[in-house]
């Protein structure tokens, strides 16, 4: 598989490089641990860790090149010595993180980083994007699963996201939480991801008439084929979408389904379906688009739509209900001081800590902790990992198979009121006593 | 200048392969012409456009690789001959476009493309993807630098934009409707944007005391340094920020600024610029920060705080408040036919266009009129230009400065009542006879 191209130490906000300068001129070389946590909002129940493969290849690789040693050069803002010192860096440092697809809430730390503190402060920039803009979209593929019934969801988004690898991003995170394909062909490369795509209303216009339109695309795609049926009327569509489809069947091929783009879904897909059906085409899907997100997906199903595929693009490709997360990164230890931040509504839990999950006899997620590193809370299992130890992945980046699957179980773990897309309810995070005290001790 | 990344044309939604395929494999090879535009909605009264000069890069360099092919050929979706003919492939279309910075209106073709229908369809996904988000940056940049009242605005959002390629188009974007610069460093090396920035907390809170903290970044940047004085108590730390701002007038060299991040900011500033103006400080600034928007910032000068320089972060890197646009790519005209589409909603103005402006006699804009390519409205200028002519480029790219200026002389036309930032206000856009004639005879 091909990977991305390399983001690299650029990436960074500008502050990142000038308290690195004034630690070095400084002689500041202690070690710090940084906590990374998305602090709670209303609008989210619950999180899906994703990224931490493109976060732990962005450190391996960390590398300030000639180029951007020269760049830096020509601010002025920096010493010779300084850019010396970049020149030569590599991130060295001990990193645990919650595996890509693990459930988590809001103060619970997804990654801790421990590393002397210039190596630590560099990294900062990059790791809050990557992780919180793959957890973004991974959550919000997972509210949409959750409403789907089964229903296969596709990713449709590329056209409309924030940029590229925004786009490979929503494709990778929505593909780890079920949704069954994307049509970013750019992911398909990269990551492998399933692709899938139908045809655009632009397509059918330059025929003369909708069934040549068809005809001709299932002549040359006549095992994978899905007519975009409301260009001009959808029910006149449905019908030569049918009658091309039984032309398919005689020549021992099959259409996989229609796709309706507008209208009032509801009743269309009722209506759509018994044409299929009465031509024979039991087997034809229904594939619904636009504008749909998982408040969308859930109306049309209790209303009974007879669709059998969700496209979902835009909405989901921005999480355009919640386009951020207040995920931050802090320090939370330097020098063997476990360090607090007091600042009004921006505190900040102090010490290495870990996150202890317990579940309840019928596997049900009951209660987090968290705690410090060292401890052990009973009967709960710890979410944190070691992942990188002096700058070295501790072990090979997981299969996109196996964060799916992990992503399952901890779903199939989580209470059905966190699952709810519409209610605000806030999983119960308490801390540990060893946890506390070490804050009261500042 | 060096370039971003090329993204490359796999980066595309599967269909506009599968259709290319299907218009190849049937030899349609007529021309086409896509208009590229954004419905209008109410909670955008004007946009900026914006990433012209990235699509044209694009467009210019669109080549399938061996590598890209190779993938292709592995989905088992398109033929050798095909695959052979995309290996081939260049794009040879032309293009008219608004240049960046112009202030346009929903429906209003942003670009239109003409060229062989297969050309025109394998762009669409990437020029979408680029047009839009800048643009979607520009325009809240813009509403920023609307109610700021001429205090200077640096973008801050690169740690929580949806990507790398996201953090780069709103440090450009923003750049071109008037922010003073940037943190991103990437966006410095690529653009030339100026760069900017302060110190964290963390960073405070790694030494014994504040004040050591001040001096230890005052010592390495003497003359470019602006103090964060909220990680314990803002007097305090401002009263701390002003004894160091005092060494260093000793010293020869002046204290910047102090940055407010936190707190009741109209209090704080007010205090804090009673603080540095008793020091002797009436030139260092004060930055405010943390949550800022167009909404915030308007209602922060609105209270009288006496802040000088906004950071804005999150909710202008992801357009928080309309995080996409409804920005479409509609085929017009295919083989000396004028095309419409009619799906419920999703109306399209047929036939090739330009848009042509009048201005009052007070040089403000009275009305916009969208008419046929060719036509020419009295009074009026058009704002589509030639940009690319069989796929080369018609002129070299504007510099950054000239955008710059484009979009003052616009922004500086635009009547006030359309700036609001509150009020739904719907600029006059109209058609011209000649442009309804040809709706009519479909």
Redesign the interface.
């Known amino acids: 598989m ?1 990977k991305p ?1 390399r ?2 130490p ?10 690195a ?3 070095f ?2 002689n ?1 070389q ?1 070690k ?1 641990t ?1 906590s990374l946590f998305v602090r709670p909002n209303e609008n989210r129940n619950f999180y899906v860790a994703a990224g931490l493969e493109t976060a732990l290849d962005e450190l391996s690789a960390f590398d300030f090149t000639d ?2 040693c020269d ?2 050069k020509k ?1 002025n ?1 920096f010493s010779d010595n300084f850019i010396q010192f970049l020149s030569q860096f590599r991130f060295r440092g001990d990193v645990v993180a919650m595996p890509e697809g693990t459930v988590f809430f809001g103060d619970e730390p997804v990654m801790e980083i421990t590393a002397p ?1 210039i190596e630590a ?1 560099l990294v ?2 990059l790791l ?2 990557i992780l ?2 793959n957890t ?1 979209f991974a959550t919000k593929g997972a509210r949409c699963l959750h409403v789907s019934q089964g229903c296969p969801l596709v990713d ?1 988004s ?12 929503v494709a990778r995170s929505t593909y780890i939480t079920g949704f069954a394909a994307t ?4 992911a ?2 990269v990551f492998g991801i399933p ?9 059918v ?2 025929f003369e008439n909708e069934i040549d339109a068809f005809r ?2 299932a ?3 006549p095992d ?1 084929v899905v007519f975009l049926i ?3 009327e959808t029910i006149a569509g449905a019908q030569k979408a049918a009658r091309v489809g039984q032309e398919m069947n005689q020549q021992g091929h099959m259409l996989k389904g229609v796709r309706l ?3 009032d879904l509801v009743a269309l897909s009722k209506q759509v379906r018994e044409i299929l059906d009465a031509a024979g085409l039991a087997n034809a899907l229904i594939f619904a688009s636009g504008g749909l997100d998982e408040f969308e997906i859930e109306k049309l199903l209790k209303k009974g739509a007879r669709i059998d595929a969700f496209g979902v693009g ?2 989901v ?4 209900d919640a ?5 931050v ?3 939370v230890r ?2 063997n001081r476990n ?1 607090r ?6 505190q900040t839990l102090a010490g290495e800590k870990q996150v202890f999950r317990k579940l309840d006899a019928q596997g049900i997620m009951s209660v987090d902790t968290i705690g410090l590193r060292d401890e052990s809370i009973a009967d709960s299992q710890p979410l944190l990992a070691p992942v990188m130890r002096r700058g070295e992945l501790v072990q090979d980046h997981p299969r996109l198979r196996d964060i799916q699957k992990n992503f399952k179980l901890n779903f199939n773990a989580l209470g059905d009121r966190y699952k709810s897309i519409h209610e605000s309810h806030r999983f119960p995070v308490c801390l540990s006593e060893k946890l506390k005290q070490v804050q009261e001790v500042q």
């Open positions: 091909q191209h983001i690299g650029l990436f960074t906000d500008l502050y990142e490089l000038t308290m300068a004034a630690y001129q400084n500041v202690a710090a940084f180029i951007a760049y830096l601010t803002l503190i402060q900062e920039t809050l994007n919180g803009s973004l449709f590329l056209r409309r996201t924030q940029g590229q690898d925004a786009g490979l991003r049509s970013n062909v750019q398909g490369k692709v899938s795509g139908t045809m655009a209303h632009s397509y216009s330059t001709a695309y002549d040359v795609f994978d409301d260009t001009y783009d507008s209208g835009t909405a490709g921005t999480s355009a386009p951020n997360l207040d995920i990164y802090k320090l330097f020098n360090i931040k007091l600042s009004p509504g921006k």
